[in-house]
Protein backbone atom coordinates (compact mmCIF):
# COMPACT_ATOMS: atom_id res chain seq x y z
CA UNK A 1 0.00 0.00 0.00
CA UNK A 2 1.51 3.62 -0.26
CA UNK A 3 2.26 6.00 2.11
CA UNK A 4 1.13 9.78 2.40
CA UNK A 5 2.49 12.77 4.09
CA UNK A 6 0.05 14.47 6.48
CA UNK A 7 0.42 17.54 8.64
CA UNK A 8 -2.85 17.45 11.11
CA UNK A 9 -1.73 20.42 12.85
CA UNK A 10 -2.05 23.42 11.15
CA UNK A 11 -3.18 27.46 12.06
CA UNK A 12 -4.63 30.08 10.12
CA UNK A 13 -5.59 33.90 10.52
CA UNK A 14 -8.28 32.93 12.75
CA UNK A 15 -5.94 32.20 15.38
CA UNK A 16 -4.56 35.19 17.39
CA UNK A 17 -1.55 34.15 18.01
CA UNK A 18 -1.12 33.02 14.04
CA UNK A 19 0.08 35.31 11.16
CA UNK A 20 -3.02 37.47 8.90
CA UNK A 21 -1.24 35.77 5.77
CA UNK A 22 -2.41 32.56 6.55
CA UNK A 23 -5.57 32.36 4.99
CA UNK A 24 -6.76 28.81 4.47
CA UNK A 25 -5.78 29.20 0.94
CA UNK A 26 -2.41 30.28 1.19
CA UNK A 27 -1.76 27.60 3.67
CA UNK A 28 -3.47 24.40 1.22
CA UNK A 29 -1.56 26.20 -1.34
CA UNK A 30 1.63 25.73 1.08
CA UNK A 31 0.87 22.57 1.98
CA UNK A 32 1.03 21.19 -1.35
CA UNK A 33 3.98 22.87 -2.13
CA UNK A 34 5.49 21.17 0.52
CA UNK A 35 4.72 17.76 -0.67
CA UNK A 36 1.96 17.09 1.75
CA UNK A 37 -0.82 14.74 0.70
CA UNK A 38 -3.38 15.17 4.04
CA UNK A 39 -3.71 18.33 6.23
CA UNK A 40 -6.12 19.92 8.82
CA UNK A 41 -6.80 22.95 9.71
CA UNK A 42 -7.03 23.00 13.73
CA UNK A 43 -7.64 27.31 14.84
CA UNK A 44 -7.54 28.05 18.75
CA UNK A 45 -11.38 26.81 19.84
CA UNK A 46 -13.13 27.85 16.74
CA UNK A 47 -14.07 25.65 13.01
CA UNK A 48 -14.91 28.79 11.60
CA UNK A 49 -12.12 29.14 8.73
CA UNK A 50 -12.92 25.12 7.81
CA UNK A 51 -15.57 26.28 5.19
CA UNK A 52 -12.59 27.92 2.92
CA UNK A 53 -10.35 25.63 3.90
CA UNK A 54 -12.32 23.14 2.46
CA UNK A 55 -12.90 24.42 -0.55
CA UNK A 56 -8.85 25.60 -1.08
CA UNK A 57 -7.84 21.91 -0.48
CA UNK A 58 -10.21 20.51 -3.13
CA UNK A 59 -8.66 23.30 -5.35
CA UNK A 60 -4.94 22.23 -4.75
CA UNK A 61 -5.70 18.52 -4.83
CA UNK A 62 -5.48 17.75 -1.39
CA UNK A 63 -6.83 15.91 1.45
CA UNK A 64 -8.82 17.59 4.13
CA UNK A 65 -9.84 17.48 8.14
CA UNK A 66 -11.76 19.57 9.59
CA UNK A 67 -11.32 20.56 13.40
CA UNK A 68 -9.42 22.21 15.70
CA UNK A 69 -7.40 22.97 18.80
CA UNK A 70 -9.16 23.19 22.04
CA UNK A 71 -7.92 23.96 25.17
CA UNK A 72 -9.62 21.83 28.18
CA UNK A 73 -10.12 23.29 31.94
CA UNK A 74 -6.69 21.84 32.72
CA UNK A 75 -5.29 24.26 30.10
CA UNK A 76 -4.31 21.23 27.81
CA UNK A 77 -4.43 21.49 24.23
CA UNK A 78 -5.98 18.83 22.41
CA UNK A 79 -6.38 17.77 18.43
CA UNK A 80 -9.95 17.65 17.41
CA UNK A 81 -10.04 15.96 14.30
CA UNK A 82 -13.11 15.55 11.59
CA UNK A 83 -13.83 14.19 8.86
CA UNK A 84 -17.09 15.76 7.39
CA UNK A 85 -17.26 19.48 7.46
CA UNK A 86 -20.20 20.01 9.92
CA UNK A 87 -19.33 17.91 12.07
CA UNK A 88 -16.09 20.20 13.09
CA UNK A 89 -18.98 23.78 12.63
CA UNK A 90 -21.02 21.90 14.89
CA UNK A 91 -18.50 20.77 17.45
CA UNK A 92 -16.79 23.78 17.35
CA UNK A 93 -20.17 25.93 18.43
CA UNK A 94 -20.37 24.06 21.24
CA UNK A 95 -16.34 24.62 22.37
CA UNK A 96 -17.45 28.47 22.00
CA UNK A 97 -20.21 28.41 24.25
CA UNK A 98 -17.86 27.06 26.98
CA UNK A 99 -15.13 29.51 26.13
CA UNK A 100 -14.73 32.51 28.98
CA UNK A 101 -16.56 35.44 27.69
CA UNK A 102 -13.16 37.27 27.55
CA UNK A 103 -13.43 40.24 24.23
CA UNK A 104 -10.52 39.80 22.15
CA UNK A 105 -8.76 43.20 21.57
CA UNK A 106 -6.83 43.13 18.56
CA UNK A 107 -4.45 45.61 19.09
CA UNK A 108 -3.24 43.74 22.46
CA UNK A 109 -4.08 39.98 21.43
CA UNK A 110 -3.65 39.66 18.01
CA UNK A 111 -6.47 39.41 15.08
CA UNK A 112 -9.48 36.92 14.94
CA UNK A 113 -10.84 37.20 11.37
CA UNK A 114 -12.53 34.22 9.26
CA UNK A 115 -12.26 34.51 5.81
CA UNK A 116 -13.93 32.86 2.48
CA UNK A 117 -11.89 31.13 -0.37
CA UNK A 118 -10.99 34.12 -2.05
CA UNK A 119 -9.54 35.81 1.09
CA UNK A 120 -12.41 38.13 1.40
CA UNK A 121 -13.15 38.82 5.53
CA UNK A 122 -16.61 37.80 6.64
CA UNK A 123 -16.27 38.48 10.14
CA UNK A 124 -14.25 38.32 13.19
CA UNK A 125 -14.50 36.25 16.46
CA UNK A 126 -15.37 38.68 19.44
CA UNK A 127 -14.29 36.22 22.33
CA UNK A 128 -10.61 35.55 22.76
CA UNK A 129 -10.10 32.67 21.28
CA UNK A 130 -6.64 31.39 23.14
CA UNK A 131 -8.18 30.23 26.32
CA UNK A 132 -9.21 27.64 28.21
CA UNK A 133 -12.96 26.23 27.85
CA UNK A 134 -15.18 25.31 30.45
CA UNK A 135 -14.51 21.77 29.87
CA UNK A 136 -12.50 18.91 31.03
CA UNK A 137 -10.48 16.53 29.10
CA UNK A 138 -12.39 13.96 28.96
CA UNK A 139 -15.76 16.29 28.20
CA UNK A 140 -13.79 17.43 25.24
CA UNK A 141 -13.00 13.60 24.11
CA UNK A 142 -16.83 12.78 24.75
CA UNK A 143 -17.64 15.66 22.79
CA UNK A 144 -15.34 14.39 19.87
CA UNK A 145 -15.98 11.29 19.54
CA UNK A 146 -20.09 11.76 19.64
CA UNK A 147 -19.26 13.87 16.19
CA UNK A 148 -17.30 10.78 15.22
CA UNK A 149 -13.79 12.71 15.06
CA UNK A 150 -10.74 11.10 16.20
CA UNK A 151 -9.00 12.94 19.69
CA UNK A 152 -5.25 13.82 19.72
CA UNK A 153 -4.11 14.92 22.90
CA UNK A 154 -1.76 17.83 21.13
CA UNK A 155 2.45 18.23 21.27
CA UNK A 156 2.31 16.18 24.46
CA UNK A 157 6.07 16.94 25.54
CA UNK A 158 6.15 20.38 25.54
CA UNK A 159 7.12 22.94 28.64
CA UNK A 160 3.55 24.72 28.45
CA UNK A 161 -0.55 23.86 27.44
CA UNK A 162 0.32 19.91 27.29
CA UNK A 163 -0.70 16.52 29.36
CA UNK A 164 3.01 16.26 30.32
CA UNK A 165 3.09 20.11 31.85
CA UNK A 166 0.06 20.51 33.14
CA UNK A 167 -0.69 16.56 34.44
CA UNK A 168 2.65 15.82 34.64
CA UNK A 169 1.95 12.62 32.64
CA UNK A 170 -0.40 10.80 30.16
CA UNK A 171 -3.27 9.76 30.94
CA UNK A 172 -4.59 6.83 29.89
CA UNK A 173 -7.78 6.88 28.00
CA UNK A 174 -9.20 5.92 24.36
CA UNK A 175 -6.94 8.23 22.00
CA UNK A 176 -6.69 8.03 18.80
CA UNK A 177 -3.12 8.87 18.74
CA UNK A 178 -0.67 11.20 20.45
CA UNK A 179 0.89 14.10 18.70
CA UNK A 180 4.85 14.14 20.26
CA UNK A 181 7.33 17.04 19.27
CA UNK A 182 10.44 14.94 19.78
CA UNK A 183 12.00 11.42 20.26
CA UNK A 184 12.29 9.63 22.00
CA UNK A 185 9.20 11.26 23.71
CA UNK A 186 9.90 11.73 27.38
CA UNK A 187 6.40 10.99 28.69
CA UNK A 188 5.36 7.36 28.73
CA UNK A 189 2.77 7.34 26.02
CA UNK A 190 1.80 3.59 27.04
CA UNK A 191 2.10 2.25 23.10
CA UNK A 192 -0.72 4.37 21.91
CA UNK A 193 0.28 5.30 18.13
CA UNK A 194 2.61 8.83 17.92
CA UNK A 195 1.97 11.48 15.18
CA UNK A 196 4.02 14.76 14.76
CA UNK A 197 2.92 18.00 13.21
CA UNK A 198 4.13 21.38 12.80
CA UNK A 199 1.67 22.75 14.65
CA UNK A 200 2.33 25.69 12.07
CA UNK A 201 1.19 29.55 12.71
CA UNK A 202 3.70 30.74 9.84
CA UNK A 203 3.69 29.50 6.08
CA UNK A 204 7.00 28.87 6.72
CA UNK A 205 6.62 26.66 9.32
CA UNK A 206 3.90 24.36 7.44
CA UNK A 207 5.41 20.78 6.83
CA UNK A 208 8.31 21.10 8.75
CA UNK A 209 7.31 18.35 10.98
CA UNK A 210 4.92 15.54 9.62
CA UNK A 211 4.54 12.07 9.58
CA UNK A 212 3.66 9.42 6.88
CA UNK A 213 0.29 6.41 7.21
CA UNK A 214 0.38 3.84 5.01
CA UNK A 215 -3.48 3.22 3.28
CA UNK A 216 -5.05 2.89 0.39
CA UNK A 217 -5.62 6.53 0.13
CA UNK A 218 -5.71 9.31 1.45
CA UNK A 219 -9.25 9.67 3.66
CA UNK A 220 -10.06 10.01 6.90
CA UNK A 221 -11.17 6.62 7.54
CA UNK A 222 -8.48 5.29 5.94
CA UNK A 223 -6.12 7.56 8.47
CA UNK A 224 -8.09 6.25 11.06
CA UNK A 225 -7.59 2.63 10.05
CA UNK A 226 -4.17 3.15 9.95
CA UNK A 227 -4.00 4.99 13.13
CA UNK A 228 -5.47 2.19 14.96
CA UNK A 229 -2.91 -0.52 13.13
CA UNK A 230 -0.24 1.93 13.92
CA UNK A 231 1.12 2.16 10.11
CA UNK A 232 2.88 5.43 11.24
CA UNK A 233 6.58 6.80 10.16
CA UNK A 234 7.17 10.09 11.50
CA UNK A 235 9.48 12.52 10.05
CA UNK A 236 11.26 13.40 13.29
CA UNK A 237 12.30 9.56 13.35
CA UNK A 238 13.58 10.17 9.45
Not at 48 to 67: D, K, Q, T, V
Not at 136 to 151: A, K, P, W
Not at 184 to 212: K, V
Amino acid sequence: MPWFRADLHLHSCLSPCGDLECSPTAVAATARRRGLDMVALTDHNSALNCPAFAEACRRYGLSALFGLEATSREEVHLLCLFGELQQAIAAGEVLYRALADVPNIPEKLGDQVYVDVDENILGTVEKHLVGALDLSVDQIRELVTSHEGLFVPAHIDRAVNSMGSQLGFLPQAPYAAVEVTRSPCPLDTYGYTRICDSDAHFLDDIGTRWFEFEAESADFASLADALARNQIRLSIES
